[in-house]
């Protein structure tokens, strides 16, 4: 009785081990359609990268350190991005009918630096309190007086897929399974003719039952 | 104070401990919000943690004085803390490698173990972020995605020497134990005296298993000080991010070798309790079994990247 006592608790240490899986990169993104005589051509995504993972790549892609990309470092950045997405089929499904599929075809690429940053995620931010409410004058943390050379900035990629054929319709769903990377869909730039749900196939799940949802953007020609 | 007195006094409070834990389980499955709560914190910490590092890494790079560095170093060492309190294996690991195993460990056993899979842990992130910086670039998604394969190695290579522990307790050929002193081992304890001196086979074998366990868990890279090295990198202060990856390592050792401690200390009362081979046996393929289904469950995980695909 003793020994199982014990293993129990040792047991109940280990359980929450997997449930405990957390991203490392956050993602906003946008998405946007393009459309052609009453049907849809193309989808454009844009990803905003929080400020960490921004400050990690924009050095090793802004190689002259202008703090602009240049159509060079855009092109080399292209190369680069394109090969490692494509293996992950950009972490995007599309459908426009029937079954959800790849981007069949690589888009075309552009990015470019937001400075001062756009995105910013609710938890950066020391002076906003839990759940949207801010915090009290008195119990703010005041920053540092550190002479900041500057603060966060937002690297953005914008990839634009073709759709195999002009479609009345079409939704788009970006995750990452295994949530590293998460992305959100800014709710605050669905265009219009789009809406944004949840499809219960969508999502990362690392115990079974506590899935973390992808925001499914639904689109249709105007 | 006899030592069978300690003992027992030893003993409930673990049996407490078991016990509120059960409950707490049970309760977490019930009110599973709990659980989602739980590893939406998790997310936010990380955010919150990651925005601290930056910042940190930033006033080091404006030469604000050594207290950035200070800042820099309590919190790699809060994160290392937390980060094994969190998600990964290595608890798992540690608390198998003590037990499976016949003889007792020494306390300075625990605290190595621990400090291994740190050390290795936190290395491997290192050494990662080495090779891509001279054969390819360094990105952010590069870099993490050869973490995550990495960690798959690491996952097979724990579950395969779990199998193997496991079909060594099956097959019993783990058990050199007692040497004859059964009768007594209550009163032995906390005395490695009695351990014969002469090289069992069985026992090399035991703790090279041990060591082989420790060293697969610990050359996942560690996703924390490998974010700590690129952001040091992408500022220019690589030495500061090393600065962070020992503490990093030191927050993980620290954590790792209480962990280990306390299971060593249970698998002492368990086979101070039970005064036989059987009971040894159990823990071993309970052992394995924890092993198993750890490593079983992470590279599930990880496969489904490749089945969603």
């Not at chain 1, 950045?77 to 981007?103: C, H, I, Q, V």
């Amino acid at each position: 009785m003793k020994t199982l006592a014990i293993l129990s608790c040792l047991l109940g240490l280990l359980l929450p081990v997997a449930a405990l899986a957390h991203p490392h990169i956050w993602i906003s993104q946008q998405v946007r359609v393009v459309g052609k005589d009453g049907k849809l051509t193309h989808v454009e995504l844009e990803w905003r990268f929080d400020p960490s993972a921004s400050e990690i790549e924009i050095p090793l892609i802004d190689e002259n350190g202008d703090g602009k990309i240049s159509p060079a470092e855009a092109k080399a950045l292209a190369g680069d991005m394109m090969k490692e997405l494509e293996s992950s089929g950009y972490m995007t499904w599309l459908n426009t009918g029937d079954k959800d599929f790849r981007p069949p075809k690589r888009p075309t690429f552009s990015a470019r630096i937001d400075d001062p940053a756009s995105f910013v995620p609710p938890y950066w931010d020391k002076a906003a309190g839990d759940a949207g409410m801010p915090m009290p004058e008195n119990k703010r943390v005041n920053e540092p007086p550190i002479p900041r050379k500057r603060g966060p900035r937002t690297l953005v990629y914008i990839m634009r897929f073709e759709l195999p054929k002009p479609v009345p319709s079409v939704s788009i769903v970006t995750y990452d399974p295994e949530d590293f990377i998460r992305i959100e869909v800014d709710k605050k730039a669905i265009p219009a003719g789009c809406t944004v749900g949840q499809n219960p196939k969508h999502k990362a799940e690392f115990v079974r039952g506590y899935p973390v949802f992808a925001g499914v953007v639904s689109c249709r020609s105007p | 104070m006899s030592l069978t007195v300690k003992a027992r006094l030893l003993r409930s409070p673990f049996l407490w401990v078991g016990v509120a834990l059960l409950a707490g389980l049970v309760g977490a499955l019930i009110f599973s919000d709990g659980l989602q709560e739980l590893a939406r914190f998790s997310a936010e910490y990380q955010q919150r943690i990651q925005r601290s590092l930056s910042t940190a890494l930033q006033d080091v790079k404006s030469g604000s004085g050594s207290l950035a560095l200070w800042t820099l170093v309590i919190i790699c060492f809060g994160y290392g803390v937390v980060h094994t309190l969190g998600p990964g294996h290595g608890k798992s690991v540690v608390v198998a490698y003590f037990l499976d195993s016949s003889r007792p460990y020494g306390w300075m056993e625990g605290i190595f173990a621990g400090a291994w899979i740190a050390f290795t842990h936190t290395l491997a992130a290192l050494l990662l972020v080495a090779v891509l910086k001279l054969f390819f670039t360094a990105g952010l998604f590069g870099a993490l995605r050869e973490a995550r394969n990495v960690e798959m190695i690491s996952y097979v290579m724990i579950l395969m020497v779990g199998f193997w522990r496991l079909w060594a307790g099956l097959t019993g050929r783990l058990h050199e134990h007692h040497h004859g002193d059964d009768h007594d081992h209550h009163e032995h304890g906390h005395d490695h005296a009695h351990e014969h001196g002469h090289h069992h086979p069985v026992r090399a074998r035991r703790t090279l298993a041990g060591w082989l366990l420790l060293t697969a868990a610990g050359i996942a890279p560690c996703a924390g000080a490998l974010i700590v090295i690129l952001l040091s990198m992408a500022l220019g202060v690589i030495w500061a991010g090393i600065i962070g990856v020992v503490a990093i390592a030191l927050g993980m050792a620290v954590t790792l070798a209480v962990i280990g401690l306390a299971s060593m200390v249970a698998h002492r009362l368990i086979v101070g309790d039970g005064r036989s081979r059987e009971i040894g046996r159990v823990t071993a393929i309970a052992a394995s079994l924890i092993v198993i289904a750890t490593a079983g469950t992470l590279l599930m995980g990880s496969l489904s990247r490749f089945i969603l695909r």
